[in-house]
C-alpha cells in the first residue's frame, strides 16, 4: 500500500504543477504581470499550503515543536534542495527585482522571526504581527506588478478581450485543480513514505526533521522544475522565495495564533536549525550576484550542501 501511495501521489504532483505552472503563466499573460510576480504570489504561496496544515493542526493541537521545526525544514529544503535541483537542469536567471528586494526581504524576515523567537516562543501577539507583514508585502508586490502592467498594451479588439475573459476563468480553474492535486498529491506521498520509512527502522525524529519537512515541501520541487523545464526561469526562483516568505509570515504567524500557549521553540532549533536557515538565504546573495545567475555547478553546490546538513541530522538523531 505504502508503495502504491508514493506512485499516485508523485503522478498527481507532476500533473498538477504542470497544470499549475502552464495557466498560471497564461494568467500572468493575461493581465500583463510578469511569471516572478505570480511565482511569488499564487505559485509560492499556493504550494506553502501542506506547510500551513500541517503546522497549524500541530499548533492547535500543541504539538508546536514540530510547527516550527516543519517550517524551519521546508525553507532549508526550498533553498537548498529545490533552487539546487532546478539549477542542476537548466541554469536559473534572477531578476533584479528578487536582488533588489524579495531576496532581501527573506533574509530579513528570517532573521527578524529568529530573535523574535530568542525567548524560546512565538506569541500571539508576535504571529499577528507576522500576519501583518504577510499582508503588507502581499500588497507591495502586487502594487510593484499592478506598476509594470500599465506599461503594458491594452487589448483593443472587443473580440479579443472576450475571449480572454473566457481564458480567465479557465485558467482560474486550472490553477485551483493544479494546486489541490499538488496538496493532495503531498499527502499521499508523505503519508506513504512515512510508513515506508516506519517499516524499515528509521526514528520518528529524523522522519518528521526530513520526510515531512521535505514531503509538504514537494509541492514547491515539481513546480520549481516543472517551471524550469517549461523555461519559466522567474517562476521557479520566484516560487522558492515566495514560498519561504510565506511559511516564516504566514505559517508561523498563524501558528503562533492557533497554539493555546504560543509557539514554542526549542533549544536546538535555536542553536542549529535557524543559523542553518539564516546561512542558507544568505547565500542566496553571492551566488545570486554573480552575474544575476544560478549556474549548474552552484546549484550542485547547494545540493550537496542539503545532502550535509540531512546527515548530520541522522547522524546527531543517532548519538
Known amino acids: 500500500m505504502e508503495y502504491f501511495q508514493l506512485v499516485c501521489g508523485l503522478a498527481l504532483l507532476i500533473l498538477g504543477a504542470d497544470w499549475l505552472v502552464k495557466h498560471a503563466s497564461q494568467l500572468a499573460k ?4 510578469s511569471t516572478l510576480v505570480i511565482g511569488l504570489t499564487v505559485i509560492g504561496f499556493g504550494t506553502s499550503t501542506p506547510e500551513l496544515i500541517v503546522s497549524a493542526t500541530s499548533s492547535f493541537q500543541g504539538q ?24 542542476t537542469i537548466t541554469p536559473l536567471t534572477v531578476s533584479q527585482q528578487l536582488l533588489r528586494v524579495d531576496v532581501p526581504l527573506m533574509v530579513a524576515a528570517s532573521l527578524t522571526v529568529f530573535l523574535l523567537a530568542l525567548n524560546n516562543g512565538l506569541s500571539r501577539l508576535e504571529g499577528l504581527v507576522l500576519i501583518g507583514g504577510l499582508v503588507a508585502y502581499t ?20 473580440a479579443e478581450s472576450s475571449q480572454t475573459n473566457g481564458e480567465l476563468w479557465k485558467n482560474i480553474v486550472w490553477i485551483v485543480a493544479g494546486l489541490g492535486m499538488l496538496v493532495f498529491g503531498s499527502k499521499l506521498f508523505v503519508v506513504g513514505a512515512i510508513t515506508l520509512a516506519a517499516n524499515l527502522g528509521v526514528s520518528r525524529e529524523v522522519i518528521g526533521l526530513t520526510i515531512v519537512a521535505a514531503g509538504t ?8 522544475v516543472v517551471a524550469s523545464l517549461r523555461g519559466q526561469r522567474d517562476m521557479a526562483v520566484g516560487n522558492v522565495v515566495g514560498s519561504n516568505l510565506f ?20 533549544e536546538a532549533a535555536l542553536r542549529f536549525d535557524f543559523p542553518v536557515m539564516l546561512s542558507a538565504a544568505a ?28 546527515a548530520w541530522l541522522i547522524g546527531y538523531s543517532t548519538l
Open 64 to 87: 508546536t515543536e514540530i510547527a516550527t521545526a516543519n517550517v524551519l525544514g521546508s525553507n532549508i529544503f526550498n533553498i537548498l534542495f529545490i533552487l539546487g535541483l532546478a539549477a
Open 30 to 33: 493575461r493581465f500583463g504581470v
Open 247 to 266: 511559511n516564516l509570515l504566514g505559517v508561523l504567524g498563524v501558528s503562533a495564533i492557533v497554539a493555546p500557549s504560543g509557539l514554542a521553540v526549542s
Open 283 to 310: 547565500a542566496c546573495f553571492p551566488i545570486f550576484l554573480t552575474g544575476r545567475l544560478v549556474n549548474r555547478w552552484e546549484g550542485g553546490l547547494f545540493l550537496g550542501a542539503y545532502v550535509a546538513y540531512t
Open 139 to 158: 500588497w507591495m508586490i502586487l502594487k510593484i506588478g499592478s506598476e509594470n502592467s500599465a506599461t503594458e498594451v491594452p487589448f483593443d479588439s472587443a
Open 217 to 224: 515541501s514537494l509541492p514547491e520541487v515539481v513546480a520549481s
